[in-house]
T-cell receptor, first 110, second 116 residues
Framework: EDQVTQSPEALRLQEGESSSLNCSYT??????LFWYRQDPGKGPEFLFT???AGEEKEKERLKATLTKKESFLHITAPKPEDSATYLC???????????FGKGTMLLVSP | ETGVTQTPRHLVMGMTNKKSLKCEQH?????MYWYKQSAKKPLELMFV???????ENNSVPSRFSPECPNSSHLFLHLHTLQPEDSALYLC???????????????FGPGTRLTVL
């Protein structure tokens, strides 16, 4: 059974204070690992897809990395508008389904 | 309209009502999904449709009935729901479910359902 565990559950940062979110996973053959951002009352917004260990992707202040067992979402010099819940999901090779973690709720204070 | 749209955005219904949620995707995708999102729980996949054919039903109670008339539209028909069914219902679409390479799902804004 595919599993995703995200930590911490919640993270409070000061503006400019860099940090990382963790996503540990088990999957029977990884097709892709996904990061999404979700604002309150809205649907998840796609951020990144990572395909294989060693891969990295960047978008503005966000950088996602992947190993064989976990992924990190690094946030450099965050701003209050980065406050959201960040979701990690894995997709197995056998189909297109996604298994999600519970998410990390990030709050960035000015 | 662009992306994935869902209507209504909010719905309040009694346990004996019948209602439907609608999803439309404007991305030219071939696969569509229904998810349930409850507080403190991960997104739960409910149904998957590939080229209008249902390919996954994650042990969802029969009071939820999906319908996919074409690859752009997806409905979720609701009847005799329970209060514990109150949640955010999300629709998603993706390019194609069975091709190689990761298949990115794009989500709609969701319908906030409250069952009284």
């Amino acid at each position: 059974e595919d599993q995703v565990t995200q930590s911490p559950e919640a993270l409070r940062l000061q503006e400019g204070e860099s940090s990382s979110l963790n996503c540990s996973y088990t999957v029977s053959g990884l097709r892709g690992l996904f990061w999404y951002r979700q604002d309150p009352g809205k649907g998840p917004e796609f951020l990144f897809t990572l395909y294989s260990a060693g891969e990295e992707k960047e978008k503005e202040r966000l950088k996602a990395t992947l190993t064989k067992k976990e992924s990190f979402l690094h946030i450099t010099a965050p701003k209050p508008e980065d406050s959201a819940t960040y979701l990690c999901a894995v997709q197995p090779r056998r189909d297109s389904t996604l298994t999600f973690g519970k998410g990390t709720m990030l709050l960035v204070s000015p | 309209e662009t992306g994935v749209t869902q209507t209504p955005r909010h719905l309040v219904m009694g346990m004996t009502n019948k209602k439907s949620l609608k999803c439309e995707q404007h991305l030219g995708h071939n696969a569509m999904y229904w998810y349930k999102q409850s507080a403190k729980k991960p997104l739960e996949l409910m149904f998957v449709y590939n080229f209008k054919e249902q390919t996954e039903n994650n042990s969802v109670p029969s009071r939820f009935s999906p319908e996919c008339p074409n690859s752009s539209h997806l409905f979720l028909h609701l009847h005799t729901l329970q209060p514990e069914d109150s949640a955010l219902y999300l629709c998603a679409s993706s390019q194609e479910a069975w091709r190689g390479g990761a298949d990115t799902q794009y989500f709609g804004p969701g319908t906030r359902l409250t069952v009284l």
